[in-house]
């Protein structure tokens, strides 16, 4: 089993062989049975000349169908009105969330204007001024007269 190597000697084991027992054939008295109807043999003559043999086969019948129940027009209307309910409800329920996604996008909307329009009125204020659109007051020469200053 495993390869000899120098200075040891291979051990010696024991081998049990195990034999397979026979089994007895059961002696059963063998009947010759037919089948309960044969078919019987048809041979066709093909128009080449040759024969063909066979067995005649009946075509399969289908079932006979039987005339369905009539369904009571109540549960028909029933069944009609449950699918017109769930229609309804997913009806309403897409038309929610319609509603919802059209507020949040006029939101998001009303927010890019105030964004935009106060980035524009960031700009005017807070950007360089070139001294043209503006009027100069020489404050020495004002003059106050009854609570209003006149230029």
Not at 48 to 61: H, L, S
């Amino acid at each position: 089993m495993y390869p000899e190597h120098p200075g040891h000697a291979p051990a010696k084991r024991a081998v049990q062989v195990h034999q397979p027992t026979p089994i007895q054939p059961v002696a059963a008295p063998l009947v010759p049975m037919h089948p309960a109807n044969i078919p019987t043999v048809v041979s066709i003559v093909l128009p080449d000349g040759r024969v063909a043999t066979g067995y005649a086969i009946e075509p399969a019948q289908p079932a006979p169908v039987t005339a369905k129940p009539a369904v009571p027009r109540a549960a028909v209307n029933i069944a009609l009105g449950g699918i017109g309910f769930a229609a309804a409800c997913g009806g309403l329920l897409l038309l929610t969330s319609f509603l919802a996604a059209l507020a949040a996008f006029v939101h998001q909307l009303i927010i890019l204007a105030a964004v935009i329009f106060g980035g524009w009125i960031a700009v005017q204020v807070l950007g360089p001024r070139r001294g043209h659109g503006g009027t100069v007051v020489n404050i020495g020469r004002a003059v106050f007269k009854r609570n209003h200053f006149r230029a």
